[in-house]
């Protein structure tokens, strides 16, 4: 049986995922200086606007995780979860990703748009607000992905070697 099922097609004619980024016990606590759990993400962040990257900061890796990765994503994207970035092979002393540039080792994996690195929001003109899921995940060991893996291979190394995790959850929507 497949860990995450994919559907091609939507927004970018990429792949989305069936199914929601695995849970894990909630252990760590995601923030950042420009976005507030709960609140609205900023238009300089969505294809409305320059569509930057958010910085993202966390708290609570234990000292025997070996990896972090991270999972963008949007649940409520048409036809499936709709992956805006993974970043996976982070050390665990880092303590967050930057607008620009990543921790030494860090790579990037394949968004739902088929391109590799971060893709902005950009729901649908008239949707209600979407949530945009910044999940942060520590692995119990390291999970050997290449820069450029597929989301449903980025899920699969989360969903084996996860040993908890953090979300902040922003919201989006586009004037119609």
């Not at 990257?53 to 972090?68: C, D, T």
Request: with cysteine; hydrophobic share 35%.
């Amino acid at each position: 049986m497949a860990v995450a099922a994919l559907v091609a097609g939507g927004c970018g004619g990429g792949q989305k995922l069936h199914h929601p980024p695995p849970a894990a016990p909630d252990t760590v606590r995601v923030l950042s200086p420009v976005l507030a759990g709960g609140g609205k993400l900023g238009r300089a962040y969505t294809c409305d606007g320059a569509g930057a990257r958010p910085p993202i900061e966390w708290r609570g890796i234990p000292s025997g995780a070996r990896e972090v990765a991270v999972v963008v994503s949007d649940p409520d994207a048409p036809g499936g979860t709709f992956v805006h970035w993974t970043v996976y092979g982070i050390a665990p002393s880092a303590p967050g990703l930057s607008p620009a540039g990543l921790p030494a080792g860090a790579k990037q994996g394949q968004n739902s748009a088929g391109s590799t690195g971060w893709t902005p929001a950009c729901p649908p003109k008239g949707d209600p607000p979407h949530r945009y899921d910044f999940d942060v995940y520590w692995l119990r060991s390291p999970s050997g992905l290449r820069a450029g893996a597929k989301p449903a291979d980025v899920i699969a190394a989360v969903r084996r070697d996860a040993g908890g995790r953090g979300r902040l959850e922003v919201h989006y929507a586009r004037a119609g």
